[in-house]
């Protein structure tokens, strides 16, 4: 009697646990998991595109066709990107905070600023030292934010160490300071115009300032852009990208015929290190000159102020490492 009672409860049990498993029934040793809402439905709130919550495993980026937030698998983002089809979204950027240019050190030599109108209707900032009459240039790209102080600012310390500064505007004197305000700049962002605006603006260098030599350097947006221009068959001296998209097709490399100076971090999730490593593998094999550094442990926009993946000692050491290299291949 006493098994046939036990016997009984056992299949009770059984029975409750199946009928669980097929309604779905949740129990309190296994919690439902949270439910995130689509990015459309969050941006239909009003939230920020960068604060719209993903669920694990993805992460958010921006449709480059409608300026939309999307929900894309990391694995994916870097392709996604490449393909034209998404646009990697920063942090918000901090107006009253630490600039980038706070924790750059300057040169010896003291400067002037001047605005510059170079393309059509468009104005850039120019730096340059006082004293002398003849120095290399260097073309400034702007972030996705545009043309804002804190570049002004990096224009003017990399002008005191003895070059020609061309900060450029490629959004047409628009400057966002949110997430939202950026992508709505870059849903009109013309890439090809923006390559003939760089490309008048290294006209400018070498013919109204005798630049001897020119290089061009850029940030995330304006890394890409520095990078896309090295591409773009016009010829320089130097390309210089922070965290830019790198491009791993030996066809559009082989346009490059001078030194190549990159800097990621391996934690990067918009440029996978496989993506990095093979970049820097096409530029040895096609014999082009090339610093590639990798910062172990550091994500995308480690030199950005505004953002939680910010490094300062990375970012010092960045600059350090492409002042002695313009110095190297400009001088």
Sequence with gaps: MYKRIIAIFLTIILASSLFTLQHGAISEAVPEKTRVMSPLQQAKMHISINQIICQDGLE??????????????????????ERGWAIHVLPEYTIDGIKNSDIIKGGPLKIRTVPVNYFENTTGYLAEPIQGNSFPGVILIHEWW??????????R???????????V????????????GARQILLSFDEQKAMTNIGSAVDTLKHNYNATKVATIGWCFGGSQSLNYALSGNKIDATVLYYGQPVTNTTKLAAIKWPVLGFYGDKDQSNPL??????????????IQNEIYIYPGIGHAFANP??????????????????????????
Excluded at 157 to 167: Q, T
């Design 169 to 180: 505007d490629l959004y047409a004197g628009q400057v966002a300071t949110t997430s939202d």
């Design 60 to 81: 958010i980026v921006m449709k480059k066709s409608d300026g939309s937030p999307a929900c894309v698998k990391k694995d994916n983002v870097a392709i996604l990107i």
């Design 306 to 331: 505004s953002g939680a993946t910010f490094a300062p000692k990375e970012t010092s050491d960045a600059w350090g490492k492409t002042v002695s290299f313009l110095d190297k291949n400009l001088k």
């Design 146 to 155: 545009g043309l804002n102080d804190n570049i002004k600012s990096m224009a």
């Design 274 to 287: 496989d993506k990095i490593k093979e970049f820097k593998t096409d530029l040895d094999n096609l014999g």
């Design 157 to 167: 310390a990399l002008a005191s160490h003895g070059y020609i500064v061309l900060a």
